[in-house]
């Protein structure tokens, strides 16, 4: 019987190794972020079992703490593992003889480890050097978007939180969660063998081959017939692509109209004097919810006023979605994917 062995998620091909003996083995992998401190990595070890036992079948556990804060581990399967990794590299078109991946985001979550997998189930050359001149494809998080040259990559695989307006045309961008075992839909459309549905308000429904198993507590929170509610809202266009407007529970509902919070930080953001910004909502007795506004001042310039930023999100959104408060911040706590932590910000 194989048990769940947790290993250090250092960028490395010693992790490569670890991971490879592991299954040898039989044994499931839980990967560990090698930053966290060591209480908060016994907390974790503690409440995934880590040592104990696992399905046969299982091949990985990973950490995601969800919208409550406290770890679940996400089981998945060498098939779903196969299956994730073979979908994707269908739609990109891998070829191990000329393509070799780059990884550079943290391995204790699905999308670094994720490159790690394609990489070792398909043969496909593997570096961490994000120096490395010869990779051709690459997975990113908007952050790291902005800071480097993709235009030497054959394709950028682009998830986290929403991406920049403008985009290179060697960037996909995907759609997915720990849940679905990495990115399920590439630039709105949903990778071979994946299934989508939009629910009652909007509510995206994903059915494949790639998804969890169960949480490590065993709750499965598929539905009988394997379909997986993401808790995110979204619709399909009239090309059947699919659009994502955000988590249902960001939806800031205010007189009656609904403002979804990233469509308003991205036109905060492109203002001149603004580094970072959150959008969140709060209380109101009139109201219901009123839009409030949570501004980085860019470094050199002077703060934005809060009409300067309303005037700037109606010229491309519905009046209702101009902030009505604005609250300066020295910085917005963002996870180690640089996606916003929704659930500090008040």
């Not at 550079?104 to 961490?128: D, I």
């Amino acid at each position: 019987m194989g048990r769940l062995v947790a290993v250090d998620a250092d960028r490395s091909q010693a992790f490569v190794s670890r991971l490879r003996q592991a299954w040898d083995a039989g044994d499931a992998v839980l990967p560990v972020d090698p930053r966290i401190p060591g209480r908060a990595r016994a907390a974790l070890l503690t409440e995934l079992r880590a040592g104990d036992t696992v399905d046969a079948g299982d091949a990985l556990v990973v950490a995601t703490s969800g919208s409550t804060g406290r770890p679940k581990g996400v089981v998945l399967t060498h098939e779903a593992v196969r299956a994730s990794v073979d979908a994707v590299s269908a739609r990109l078109g891998v070829e191990p003889a000329s393509d070799r991946w780059l990884c550079c985001l943290p391995l204790s979550h699905l999308g670094g480890l994720s490159v790690v997998t394609r990489a070792v189930l398909t043969g496909t050359p593997l570096t961490f050097d994000d120096g490395d001149g010869d990779a051709t494809l690459v997975s990113l998080v908007p952050t790291q978007l902005l800071r480097m040259d993709v235009g030497r990559f054959r394709a950028v695989v682009l998830g986290g939180q929403a991406p920049p307006a403008d985009l290179p045309p060697n960037v996909v961008t995907t759609y997915g969660m720990t849940e679905t075992g990495s990115g399920v839909v590439y630039d709105g459309v949903p990778l071979d063998g994946v299934e989508i549905r939009i629910g009652a308000g909007g509510r995206i429904f994903v059915r494949g081959p790639m998804l969890l198993r169960c949480y490590r507590d065993g709750a499965d929170p598929k539905d009988g017939g394997g379909w997986l509610d993401t808790g995110d809202a979204g619709a399909l266009g009239a090309d059947g692509r699919l659009g994502v407007h955000g988590r249902l529970s960001e939806l800031i509902v205010t007189g009656g109209e609904n403002v979804w919070p990233a469509p308003v930080e991205a036109v905060l953001r492109r203002h001149p004097s603004v580094a970072d910004a959150a959008v969140v909502g709060r209380p109101d007795p009139s109201w219901g919810e009123r839009v409030v506004a949570l501004v980085v001042p860019a470094s050199g310039a002077d703060p934005p006023s809060l009409s300067d930023l309303r005037a700037a999100v109606k010229e491309s959104l519905p009046p209702w979605c101009a902030p009505k408060d604005l609250e300066l911040v020295d910085a917005l706590p963002r996870t180690a994917l640089g996606k916003l932590y929704r659930a500090a910000l008040g």
